[in-house]
Each structure stands twice: as structure tokens, then as C-alpha cells.
């Protein structure tokens, strides 16, 4: 077995406000072999994205070194092609143009370029689309050319950001099958390759190891060998399990993050609250009513059509408000979950208000703050501050919207827009009276 | 396969378009070879000043007038290739060179005619060829400055995707210029060099002849022929120029800018939305033609033939130490040329400033009042014609059929050097004794307004049809229906034309405020007439003391009043 890549103790921070950094990636190690496909999983902004672009040297790490091959590089992975997730095509180009792209410097006449170009372009299925531009493809295709575009460079490790989730999912399913195809029969000369994906299912089709990374900063937290044969039958037991298995290692991640954090680097001093609707997450808990108040998270899932990377911020906003608990992949009602549920639109305003002052202490110092203030104001940028010390700045910005709008539902405090001001609501009208 | 193409080249015949295309580009071809042979004839003051009113000479001036706006126009573009590029990737650059670039585009590029003129002469003592310059110099100060702020701007705003699907590919740097960065730019790049050569008519018609130290100089070209008819007073020959020029501009348009404007909307990153792309006739005839499209191939090969592609094995890992000496050296280089360009700029900064200080305290206060007197014919005539063309555009806009007709025509009109008129209005306003103090703001509008218009037009061409019905099941009145729907929806376009119109305004009262009227003189009391004056006396002080107060004037209202607006604009009016 050879070591293709190697990661090594790589760590990534990014800049926050007032000289902090924050800290996305802390102390990977990972190692990817020949002839396996891994799947890189994670919560959104674990920086799954970020970790493969440090794999495929668009990034530099922190710390930490990338090998390939047991070498260093410096710039772009000499090893590794990629495939984006939004197809990252050249709209200006032919796709035929946009493939010889990655044949540019390629130590080739201009004729056998053409010709190797002609010859994956037939490979991935788009042989009679040399000459259109993307603009004429439908998604699906516009991926081939993207991978077309990868492979034409036959690079030993192929990258791929999310490559079927701009896709509708039969053509999403059609592409899988048809790239699982070339690597089996061995028609690209491709040695490994890593797939970055939200889909659960879908990494457990495709890859022979899952990495689980957890949040906050990412760490790898789990290391899932697959070891099924391809082709895999998804309604077959062991496929099944091991998706359930990812399922509920995801959705524990809370708990992983508790004992992985060392106190020293625990600079997230405020529990935030995911960018979720009030009315998404009512909605959520209803739906969980009416089912008997306990469901399998995997089920749910499927049913509402809802990837985990959309399911998961509202099952943790309900979490953190107390309204349900989540063990091993089932999320259950507490009481208050249940009072809830059945309440009417007015005293669920109620029921939020409390919970929300109980349970996200962030709101609560922020109606502290406006109560403390004779005029009950205070500009925004105030509290954006002192998100932005544990924060990254664009996290501070939309966890202060997030907050924002769950103080407009439970008219704890309001906002707006043009003077940039939180205000509570009851200190105006005290003031208004006093005068 | 790739087999369609070939087809294509199989099944040539000469069709008419081949034709009309030959003769075209033969034609031109020929002209610029003979035009560019009168630039370099020996300058003289008598063979300056000779322009004849005769008709017959016309085509040959407006052949030597846009020969001008070519040679200006390349040379915008290789400088805002240049520069926009340089200040994109260059970080301690950027700082410098962005907001220098929006002082020079505040800067009244007329005012400066003379020194370049004088500046250019020099250099050439015995040929036309410095009045050449100088007049290419305005034209190009004028055109190149929002030029280089698109380009500057798409290639800060170049989508992340692929800037890294380059990286992965492994393009160098020319692979990056020629396959992202030119044609990511492309459609603002093309749009804003139509709207810079169709506002430098205006420069061209006034940098062509002018009076410098009280020696005419008269380049041969369309705007000395209007400004030798106009002292002459002769009619006929005014409205034979007049003719010419609207000619002109409409074949440019026809022939050189729809057709561009038309192309580069394969340029387009939003893959949807081909319903009201524009078209261009001239580009259909030329994608039609065999022949051009032969041709076109076969030039195009052989620019790719004269550059063979690097197949260098791409460089290994280099040393680290090795990169970091070779960037400390760099970086010295660059401390030591901005130190240079400084140094160089302090000691002309001084020089200007000792000169103006000679004039003393009571001349400087003079040019600021000055500097209100057309700061306030700047504002009457913006705010004049901001009230005509907000009804007349909405109206326009609103009405689809009517509004595909116009923006076009707008836009011609806004491209039209108005000052060739001003020796017909000056005829008028000396008929029936007009106070040219007031008369000078209609010479201002006539140039400016169009581009209220037709940002208003298109403002209000963009107001979502679902808007437009919805205030019309909520039986909005008329007046709701303005201050609800049509003027929040069009404020961010008022306000980009309104910048642009005052920065016109300003631009344009060097030359409307003072006229020439066969032997008479208008003059209103204004900063341009101040600057004007002082530039046909040679008076180097007082016009950098005009220049400088006009800078500083324009660049006040720009931060003061402009910008906060168009934030306003862009926060709270913007329409997704």
C-alpha cells in the first residue's frame, strides 16, 4: 500500500476581528491509499470544503504539512485534479476548450491534445457536445465536462467538493453510477479518490472509508471503514447499518465535542444558535407530535426529502430550546416539546420566550444589555463585537441576524434596519409613558 | 465528434455579405494608412490654422477625428489592462491606486488641456504631431478611467470557483489573463468603453483646437471644422458638421459598438436569461459570412502560432528560502519605485503650490467664488434636467415597445458633442440679449442631461412586472404609485446619472462658459471661464489655482454628497 496523501497535524485559522483567530481545523491527520475512495463527512462549516483544499494545495495550512508521495509541495497538489460543486466550468469556453484546459502545459502537440481531450469528453458521455457551451448542458452534463475536465489531466487522486449536490437526484444518481463505472473497470487511470459530501447515503455507496469530522474546530472524530463490495444494495442490512451507524455518530456530535475540547482552547464561551426559523422549527416539533413524538432521524429524513445538512440545524435549534433530546439517532419530545405542539400561535410565542431566556444565554445578556439602558438601545455593532471575539466575522454577522430574528418572534427585543439599532420594546414604551 | 465543424467549412459559396465586408475592411484599412500620414506633416502655425469650411473636406476631417479615437481608445485599453490588473493583485499598490484613480476621474481633464498641449509641443517642436498628443492625451483621460475601475472591479469580484478551477489546471499567468480574467470582465469592459468613447466626442471636439499663449492651434479634424465655422459665423458649414458628426457617431455605433456589445454577451456568467439579449445587424452579417469567419479563423491561428505553448515541466518544489529572498528583493525594488514616483510628485506638488501661492489670498478667494458661481449653475442644471427626464424617461420605460426604440436613440444623443452647437446658441442668445450668466446653464444641460435619461429609462425598465401589477390591484393613485413604487425603484439609476451628469456639468463649464462668437466674446463668471481665460493668456498659476479649486470642489461633492447617496442607493433601494 502506498501513502498518496498524507496530512499531518494540519490546523487552519482564520481571521476574526480585533486580531483573533478562530480555529477551523485543528490537528488533522489523515492518510488516503491507493486504490480506496474516502468520503469526508461533517457538520456544515466543519470545514470539510477547506480540509480538501488544503489536500489539493489551493489553501495552506496553519500548521501541519501535506504530503504527496511522501514529498512537499508548494502551490497546487501535483498529484490531484478537482471536481467542484458548482462545476466551476468557463462559461466563455466550448466544452471541448474547457477540457483541454487541464492538458495546457501538458508536454503534448496541439493536435494529440485535441485528440486526448476528444477521447475523455467520449469517456464520460458527452461525445456530440465538443462544440456547445455549458449554457446549452443541463447540470448533470455541465458535471461531466467538470470531470471530464479533472480526469483529462489523469491525475493519481481525484477531488471532488460536493459534486452531486447541485444535481436533482436522479441525475445525481446516474452520474455516481456512471463514475463508479470508470473507477471499477479501471478506464481512468485515477489511483484514489476523496469525495467531500453531506449525503450520508451517499457516501456509504461510494467510498470504502468514511472521516467524520466534528465541529468547532474540525478534528477527525471518526474513521468508518466500508468494507462492502461494490455494486452495494441500499436496502440490504449491513448498507443500512452502516448508515444508521453515521447517522447517529453525525447527530451526536455534540457530545463528541465535549470531551474532544480541551479547556484552554474552548474560546466559544456562548452557545449559538443555528441560522433556523422560528416557524421551521414549530413546524418540526408538530410533525414529531403527530408521529408519536419519537422518531428515527435517518426515517425523518427521508421522508421530508431533507438532507442532513438541512435537518440537522433544526433538530439542534429544538435541542438547544429544550424542546426534544436526541440519543444515538432518534430525537424524542420532552414535555415542553409536547406543550408546544399543542399550543395555540399566541402561547407558543409564550412557551419560546421562556425557553429561549432559559436556555440561549446569549439572549439573555442581550435584553440585560438593552434593560440597563435608559432609552433601552443599543447599535448593533455593539453586539457584533462581542460575537466577533469568539466568532469569525461573517459567523458573527449571521448569528446576530439568527438571534436577531428569534428576539423579533418572541418580542423579546426588536430591531431596525435603517438606524442599525436592538432596542426593547418595553423600555421605549416606558419611556414614551414617562414623557 | 467533433465532425459539425467540419461540415461547416465544406459548404463555402460568396454570398453578398462577403462582399460588403471586403470593401468595408479594405476602405478602412486604406484610410488609416493615409490619414496617419498627415500626422506627422511639419507643424507649422500657418499650416495649423488652415481649415477649410469647404463641405467636400469633411469626410477627410471625420476620418482624422476618429483616427484620434481609435489611437485614444487602444491606448484606454492597454492602460486599463495594465493598471487594473497591477492594482487587483498588487495589495500596498491597490491602496495607492484605486483612490488615485478616482481623484483623476474627478479632476476636470479639460483644464489641463493646455499644459499637455504645451507639454506635447515641446517634445515635437517641428510637427503637428505634439497638438496630435495632446489632443489624443485629452481624449484618452477621458475615456480611460472607468474603464480601468471595471476591469479593477471584475477582477476583484472573479467568482472563487474558478479562480481555483485555474489553479487546479495549473494555468500560468497569461492562461489566466487571456481565459478568465479578460473574458470574465468582458461585458462591463465592452459597456463601459462604449459609454467612454461616446462621452469623449465631447473631448475631441473641444481638445482640437484651442488657444494656447494666444496661438490657435487647429488640428484638422471635425472639431476645428465646427470651431472655424462657428468664428466665422457661416451657417451652412455649422449645420454640414453637425450632420457629419451624427453620422459618424451612428456608424461607430452601428458598426463598431452594438456589434461588440452583441458579442460579449457570450461572455455572460448567468447561464439563463437570453430573452432580451441585445443583437447587433452588423454582427449577424458577419457571423453569416464565409469569408470573415475564414479569415477570422486563420488570424486567429496564427496570433496562437507566434506564442507556442510553454510545455516547461511545471516547477518542482522550490527552495522555501530560496522564494522568501527573491520576495524581500522585490520587495525593496518596490519601496524604492514608489519612493521615486513620490519623490517626483512632492516636487511638482511644490512647484504648483509656490505658484499659486504668488497669486495671493485675494486671487484664491476670487477662484473659490468662482467655483460657487458654477457650482451653482452645475446644481440648477442637474436639478433642471433631472425634472424633465424623470417623467419623460419613466413614462418611456414603462411603456416596453417605445422604451426599445428610445434607449438606443438616448444613448446616441448622449454621445453627441453638444458643444458644437454652442456657436448656433450663442447666435441667439446675442439676437435677443440673453444674460449669458444664466444662458451658459442651458449649454451645460444640453450635454449632460441625456444621461439622466437614460439611466431613468432604464430604471425604470427594470421595475419587476410584479410590482407594476401589484400597485395596480392595490389601486395605488398616481401619486402613491410614484412615491411608492416608480421612484424607490428607480433611485439607484437617478443617482448614477445624476453623478454622472454634475461630474459632465463640471467638465463642461470650461468650455460653456466662455464662447466665441464670430469677433465677440459670451463670458458667464464661473470657474470655467476662469480656467478657460487663464489658459488663452498663458497664466500657468492661475490655471493650476483653477484646476485645484475646480479638483477640490468636485471631489467634495463627490464624498459630501454622491457617495452617501449612492450607498442609500445601493442599501435600501437596491431591487433584487
Given at each position: 500500500?502506498?501513502?498518496l ?23 488533522i ?17 466543519s ?5 480538501l ?44 476548450e ?120 474540525a ?5 468508518l ?89 433544526i ?52 435584553l ?59 423600555a ?8 | ?8 467549412r ?49 469626410p ?7 483616427l ?20 487587483a ?13 478616482d ?75 487571456s ?5 470574465f ?8 468603453s ?66 461588440l ?10 447561464q ?136 438606443p ?52 425598465m ?115
Open positions: 500500500m502506498v501513502n496523501i498524507e496530512v499531518r497535524n494540519v490546523s487552519k485559522d482564520f481571521d476574526g476581528a480585533n486580531g483573533h483567530h478562530f480555529r477551523v481545523l485543528s490537528d491527520q489523515l492518510t488516503v491509499q491507493e486504490g480506496e475512495i474516502v468520503a469526508l463527512l461533517g457538520p456544515s462549516g470545514g470539510k470544503s477547506t480540509l483544499r488544503i489536500i489539493a494545495g489551493l489553501v495552506s495550512p496553519t500548521n501541519g504539512e501535506v504530503y504527496y508521495r511522501d514529498r512537499l509541495f508548494s502551490g497546487a497538489n501535483p498529484g490531484v485534479s478537482m471536481v467542484f460543486q458548482s462545476f466551476a466550468l468557463f462559461p466563455w469556453l466550448t466544452v471541448l474547457n477540457v483541454e484546459l487541464g492538458l495546457r502545459y501538458a508536454p503534448l502537440t496541439r493536435a494529440a491534445k485535441r485528440d486526448k481531450a476528444i477521447e475523455v469528453i467520449d469517456m464520460i458521455g458527452l461525445d456530440g457536445f465538443e462544440g456547445a457551451y455549458p449554457k446549452e448542458l443541463s447540470g448533470g452534463m455541465r458535471q461531466r465536462v467538470g470531470l471530464g475536465r479533472a480526469l483529462v489531466m489523469a491525475p493519481d487522486i481525484l477531488l471532488m467538493d460536493e459534486p452531486f449536490s447541485a444535481l436533482d437526484v436522479l441525475t445525481a444518481e446516474n452520474l455516481k453510477r456512471d463514475l463508479l463505472e470508470l473507477w471499477q473497470m479501471g478506464k481512468i487511470p485515477t489511483k484514489a479518490m476523496v469525495l467531500v459530501t453531506h449525503g450520508i447515503e451517499e457516501a456509504v455507496y461510494m467510498a470504502d472509508r468514511a472521516i467524520v469530522l466534528s465541529r468547532d474546530p478534528r477527525v472524530s471518526h474513521n471503514s466500508i468494507p462492502l463490495a461494490h455494486w452495494r444494495d441500499r436496502k440490504s442490512e449491513p448498507f443500512t447499518r452502516l448508515v444508521d451507524e453515521l447517522y447517529s455518530i453525525m447527530t451526536q456530535q455534540k457530545e463528541v465535542r465535549a470531551i474532544l475540547q480541551e479547556p484552554a482552547q474552548a474560546t466559544r464561551k456562548i452557545t449559538t444558535i443555528p441560522n433556523v426559523t422560528a416557524g421551521a422549527v414549530t413546524g418540526f416539533i408538530e410533525l414529531i407530535d403527530d408521529l408519536g413524538g419519537k422518531v428515527d432521524l435517518y426515517k425523518i429524513g427521508e421522508t421530508l426529502l431533507l438532507d442532513l445538512e438541512d435537518l440537522l440545524p433538530v439542534e435549534t429544538a435541542r438547544i430550546f429544550g424542546f426534544g433530546t436526541v440519543t444515538s439517532g432518534d430525537f424524542e419530545l420532552t414535555g415542553i416539546g409536547k406543550r408546544l405542539a399543542d399550543a395555540t400561535v399566541l402561547e407558543r410565542k409564550t412557551i419560546v420566550r421562556d425557553q429561549a431566556l432559559k436556555c440561549v444565554p446569549l439572549m439573555e445578556r442581550i440585560w444589555v438593552l434593560e440597563s439602558k435608559r432609552n433601552g438601545q443599543m447599535p448593533r455593532e455593539f453586539f457584533l463585537e462581542i460575537l466577533q471575539n469568539s466568532l469569525g466575522k461573517d459567523e458573527a454577522e449571521e448569528q446576530l441576524d439568527s438571534i436577531i430574528s428569534w428576539g423579533r418572534y418572541t418580542e423579546l427585543f426588536a430591531y431596525d434596519e435603517d438606524s442599525k439599532l436592538i432596542y426593547s420594546e418595553e421605549e414604551t416606558r419611556e414614551t409613558r414617562a414623557e | 465528434m467533433y465532425r459539425w465543424l467540419m461540415q461547416i465544406l459548404k463555402q459559396k460568396i454570398g453578398w455579405p462577403d462582399l460588403v465586408v471586403v470593401v468595408l475592411i479594405a476602405g478602412t484599412l486604406y484610410a488609416v494608412l493615409d490619414l496617419g500620414k498627415g500626422m506627422v506633416e511639419p507643424f507649422s502655425v500657418q499650416a495649423a490654422s488652415t481649415i477649410s469650411l469647404d463641405p467636400k473636406y469633411l477627410y476631417y471625420a476620418g482624422r477625428s476618429l484620434r479615437m481609435f489611437i485614444a481608445y487602444l491606448l484606454s485599453l492597454a492602460f486599463t489592462l495594465a493598471y487594473g490588473r497591477f492594482a493583485y498588487h495589495k500596498t499598490a491597490e491602496k495607492v491606486m484605486i483612490p488615485a484613480l481623484i483623476l476621474q474627478s479632476v476636470p481633464v479639460l483644464g489641463f488641456l493646455s499644459i499637455t498641449v504645451t507639454g506635447f509641443l515641446a517634445l515635437f517642436p517641428h510637427t503637428m504631431l505634439g497638438a496630435e498628443f495632446a489632443s489624443i492625451f485629452a481624449i484618452f483621460t477621458s475615456q480611460a478611467w472607468n474603464m480601468t475601475f471595471s476591469f479593477y472591479h471584475s477582477l476583484t469580484v472573479l467568482p472563487n470557483d474558478l479562480k481555483e478551477a485555474a489553479k487546479i489546471n495549473r494555468l500560468r499567468t497569461w492562461a489566466q489573463f481565459k478568465l480574467e479578460v473574458p470582465s468582458m461585458i462591463g469592459l465592452v459597456w463601459n462604449m459609454m467612454s468613447f461616446g462621452g469623449a466626442w465631447f473631448f475631441l471636439a473641444a481638445s482640437e483646437s484651442i488657444t494656447v499663449l494666444h496661438n490657435h492651434i487647429q488640428l484638422p479634424g471635425i472639431g476645428s471644422y465646427m470651431a472655424e465655422a462657428i468664428a466665422q459665423g457661416n451657417i451652412p458649414a455649422q449645420m454640414y458638421g453637425i450632420l457629419t458628426m451624427v453620422i459618424v457617431i451612428v456608424a461607430v455605433d452601428q458598426l463598431a459598438w452594438r456589434p456589445v452583441a458579442w460579449s454577451q457570450k461572455f455572460k456568467l448567468d439563463n436569461d437570453e430573452k432580451d439579449a441585445p443583437t447587433s445587424w452588423f454582427l449577424q452579417l458577419l457571423r453569416r459570412s464565409e469569408w470573415v469567419q475564414q479569415a477570422f479563423g486563420a488570424l486567429a491561428n496564427a496570433i496562437v502560432a507566434m506564442f507556442p505553448m510553454r510545455t516547461k515541466p511545471l516547477p518542482q518544489v522550490a527552495a522555501a528560502n530560496d522564494l522568501k529572498r527573491r520576495k524581500q528583493v522585490w520587495r525593496w525594488i518596490w519601496i524604492l519605485i514608489w519612493a521615486l514616483v513620490m519623490l517626483f510628485a512632492l516636487r511638482y506638488l511644490w512647484a504648483a503650490f509656490n505658484d499659486i501661492a504668488k497669486l495671493g489670498l485675494m486671487q484664491i478667494l476670487f477662484a473659490v467664488k468662482m467655483g460657487f458661481y458654477t457650482f451653482l449653475r452645475v446644481s440648477v442644471a442637474t436639478v433642471l434636467g433631472a425634472l424633465w427626464t424623470v417623467p419623460i424617461g419613466v413614462a418611456i420605460g414603462l411603456n416596453a415597445r417605445l422604451s426599445r426604440i428610445a434607449q436613440l438616448v444613448q446616441v444623443f448622449s454621445s453627441f458633442p453638444f458643444n458644437l452647437f454652442f456657436g448656433l446658441i450663442a447666435m441667439i442668445y446675442t439676437a435677443f440679449h440673453i444674460n449669458f450668466n444664466w444662458g451658459a446653464i442651458p449649454l451645460m444641460m444640453l450635454g449632460t442631461q441625456w444621461y439622466i435619461l437614460f439611466n431613468v429609462i432604464a430604471g425604470a427594470a421595475i419587476p412586472s410584479s410590482l407594476k401589477e401589484a400597485s395596480l390591484i392595490l389601486r395605488l393613485t398616481l401619486v402613491q404609485r410614484w412615491k411608492t413604487l416608480i421612484l424607490p425603484a428607480i433611485f439607484p439609476y437617478l443617482v448614477t446619472g445624476l453623478i454622472t451628469a454634475s461630474g459632465g456639468a463640471w467638465n463642461a463649464s470650461i468650455v460653456a462658459e466662455i464662447i466665441n462668437w464670430k469677433q465677440k466674446t459670451l463670458t458667464a463668471n464661473g470657474l470655467g471661464s476662469y480656467i478657460a481665460t487663464a489658459t488663452t493668456n498663458g497664466n500657468w498659476a492661475e490655471i493650476s489655482l483653477g484646476i485645484a479649486v475646480m479638483s477640490i470642489f468636485v471631489i467634495l461633492i463627490n464624498r459630501l454628497l454622491w457617495r452617501p447617496m449612492y450607498r442609500l442607493a445601493e442599501n435600501k433601494f437596491h431591487l433584487e
